[in-house]
């Protein structure tokens, strides 16, 4: 089992991935496919008048500050435009695909935060009414019963909290709790980056391999949203999937690339 993560950054050719993963699916690879949407949300975001609000923890981490409103067009981004559009694209290509938010079947269940610490000018604010939240569990049946079915999984955040709450969640720690429920061989992380950059923008700096142990040591090369890729790939390893590949989503044929050790290959 391959689980793939594509991004939601500007530049990701939906187009290459999908047919990459239609034609490895049509030869009989078993494959999830998880997706993100940040580029188009903030996009949507800003049309309708609710820009989004990023905000950076204590320890450096950003993330979306999600409150109701940007949680309805965050769901109407992933869930609508992103996740239907993957899904038309694979049945184009004469691939079954079924379209589900982890909220669906409760896939992807998680504690609700609801304040989250953020730094503002120097200072740590508490803020309230987040509607964010981690990935805990991860319910495999309804993904058994679509694989078994001959379906293509295409899931994507909000997840469910534990009272049913929809909660924004990180899509590629999302993508690597699924990759260890599934006890899947590869998790790849594609995104409109060569992989993870030694010195950030430089593509010439990407760091080709890195050793399963030692993968919370490159979390200081990762800026902002890297972070979370770099804490996915450790806690997919971790979890025992053995290969964790950060690749590029841009063109060609972004999949097999990855697969046959393009990018950052984590083992
Ligand atoms: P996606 O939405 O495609 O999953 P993110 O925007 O969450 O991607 O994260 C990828 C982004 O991280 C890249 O587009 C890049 O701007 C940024 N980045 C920060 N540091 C690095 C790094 N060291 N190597 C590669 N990309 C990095």
Sequence with gaps: ????????????????????????????????????????????????????????????????????????????????????????????????????????????????????RAVENGKVKVLRGDHTGTVERVNTHLIDLLLAGGYLPVLTPPASSYDGVAINVDGDRAAAALAVALKADALLLLSNVPGLLRAYPDESSLICEIPAADVENYLEFAQDRMKKKVLGAAEAVQGGVKRVIFGDARNGQPVSAALGGQGTVVS
């Design 1 to 116: 089992m391959i689980v793939v993560k594509v991004g939601g950054s500007a530049g990701i050719d939906y187009d290459a991935v999908c047919a990459d993963i239609a034609a490895r699916w049509k030869n009989g690879d078993r494959l999830i496919l998880v997706h993100g949407g940040s580029g188009e949300t903030n996009r949507v975001a800003e049309a309708l008048g609710h820009p989004p609000k990023f905000v950076t923890s204590p320890s450096g981490y950003t993330s979306r500050f999600t409150d109701r409103q940007t949680l309805e067009i965050f769901e109407m981004v992933y869930c609508g435009k992103m996740n239907k559009g993957i899904v038309e694209r694979l049945q184009r290509l004469g691939v079954n695909a079924v379209g589900l938010s982890g909220l669906d079947g409760r896939i992807f269940e998680g504690r609700h935060k609801d304040s989250v």
